[in-house]
């Protein structure tokens, strides 16, 4: 019975999506589902990305939090072409349901990018589609290297991983190479970067992947 | 409808949570709730509270995962007197009706504390009670000092907030001071804790919390 209903909200949800990803589409819009715990980083990310592709990529955000519009203040200000904050009071994660009504309040065609940024949470949001070409977990060193295997399925549903904070590496006692292996072990495709929004590096092959799937996305 | 499903849930989830508390009331066995986001220290602090206070304090842990059993073989290791691993197999929280088999498992009798340790989320857990004495939420300065206000309700529901990690704030951005107020500004009543589980700083406080509470319960 249980079982049930969460198919019938999952069957529902993926509808929804599919309606989202064909306006995308249409739109030639590249769209990434930004995901991590809380505190990875993901809103840090996304302010040194819109300041540094100024004038390169234009670039819309939809923020998902469950309280406050902290997040978005801070995109707003790091130079976003449209912002949006959906609250979710109390949800867990960002739906195709929340994200349709967004879609009639943006001009896509002064968009190169839409990043919607998902409730920090590990576990649900990977299960939800919203209509994104790409989803993506950033993952911090600080959460140690076993996630992987604990979490699976967000590494699984990820074709992309950025793992972040690799400064404070020194301090701690995760092994950047067995993160690596261990999100491999659950998804030997994934696409991993190495980064620290801290002082910037690593953030151009960051860049170079997200310049390179919107162009594929507008010629397509 | 979706908002009758949930209260359904969570009803039926509060039934069988409060036969699971008068089972260990009956038993005088003091038990927490352990909560936070993945890779804030939940293992290790347990692993740090067993090996510390072995010969004061009688230890049990029910281990919540998602997949594998890493942490339930890392607190058989540290000493527990009895460890039980529940693997959800992609469930976001510990419920009651997954704890309440586990209980045929132990001997209460031989147990003085019994931690639940949950699934690493710091959003769906708070809403499932298991039978608990205390919700407790650990939290990691690496997580950024905005987190209480963007997670409120575990913050709410927990009455005591261990912030794990300081020996890492000369490399963070977070502040201490703001951790706290923000956490006490949607919590005003929260007990809190400094610690650092890699160096044992502050650990005394919290083993003195728990201590109290156990020798309370027994007296109770």
Request: proline share 3%; net charge negative; hydrophobic share 40%.
């Amino acid at each position: 019975m249980k079982v049930t209903v969460v198919k019938d909200i999952l069957d529902a949800n993926r509808r929804v999506s599919s309606v989202n990803k064909a306006r995308f589409d249409e739109a030639k819009l590249f769209v990434v589902n930004l995901m991590s715990s809380p505190g990875a980083g993901k809103t840090a990310l996304l302010e040194k990305t819109i300041a540094d592709l100024k004038g390169e990529l234009s670039i819309g955000v939809i923020e998902g939090d469950i309280q406050t519009s902290l997040d978005a203040d801070r995109i707003e200000a790091a130079g976003a072409t449209f912002t949006h904050q959906i609250n979710t009071h109390g949800a867990c994660h960002i739906d195709g349901n929340m994200i349709a009504p967004v879609l009639d309040l943006m001009d896509m065609s002064v968009l190169d990018l839409l990043v919607v940024e998902n409730v920090g949470n590990l576990v649900c949001p990977a299960e939800f589609d919203v209509g994104e070409d790409e989803k993506m977990v950033l993952f911090s060193v600080t959460e140690g290297d076993d996630k992987p295997k604990k979490y699976p399925l967000m590494f699984q549903e990820s074709n992309l991983m950025v793992v972040n904070k690799i400064d404070l590496l020194p301090y701690l006692d995760s092994e950047l190479e067995t993160i690596h292996k261990n999100a491999r072990d659950v998804h030997p495709g994934l696409t991993i970067f190495d980064v620290s929004c801290r002082n910037g590096d690593g953030l151009d092959a960051f860049y170079g992947w997200l310049k390179e799937k919107v162009a594929a996305k507008k010629a397509g």
